[in-house]
């Protein structure tokens, strides 16, 4: 029984160790996230990350973001299921930022890749919703705003 232990134990330890590895090894832009074997990581681990950074006097819950016509955040949340539906859509990928109903923002991406992180930077300045997003990644140039 213990020796089984030992084998669950060092199984689990294992699966860590590596998936940690393969999400160190392949953020956007490191030398790995080019090569087919980051891409064909990418169907077992979405290597895509997502954030937003507000300032105090915006609320959250009053922010949407489209990913093309998926819903991917809202209520204050991502929506990972709607990210999932999405990332293998190449070429040119729209971004739309919501707040309080309004279109405040859009940003289109022409992606050939699957591993970037997105930070949609949204804050008020003099009574204007300033919405900004950043990409890292292999195709971060490809932008138009």
């Known amino acids: 029984m213990k020796l089984f232990k030992k084998i669950i134990i060092s199984l689990l330890i294992t ?19 080019k090569t087919e074997l980051a891409h064909a990581i990418s169907f077992l681990i979405n290597l895509n990350k ?64 699957n591993y970037h992180e997105y930070t949609f930077y949204i804050k008020k300045e003099d009574n204007i919703i300033v919405p900004v997003l950043k990409i890292i990644g292999p195709d971060s140039a490809l932008i138009h705003y």
């Open 15 to 33: 699966l860590v160790f590596s998936f940690m590895v393969v999400s160190f090894a392949f953020q956007a832009n490191s030398p790995l996230s």
């Open 50 to 113: 997502f954030r937003l950074v507000t300032s105090k006097n915006i609320d959250k819950k009053n922010i949407r973001i489209l990913w093309n016509s998926k819903l991917i955040y809202n209520y204050g949340r991502f929506d990972n299921k709607a990210i999932l539906d999405q990332r293998y859509i190449y070429g040119e990928n729209i971004f739309t930022i919501i707040y309080n109903s309004n279109v405040i923002g859009k940003t289109v991406q022409y992606k050939f890749n």
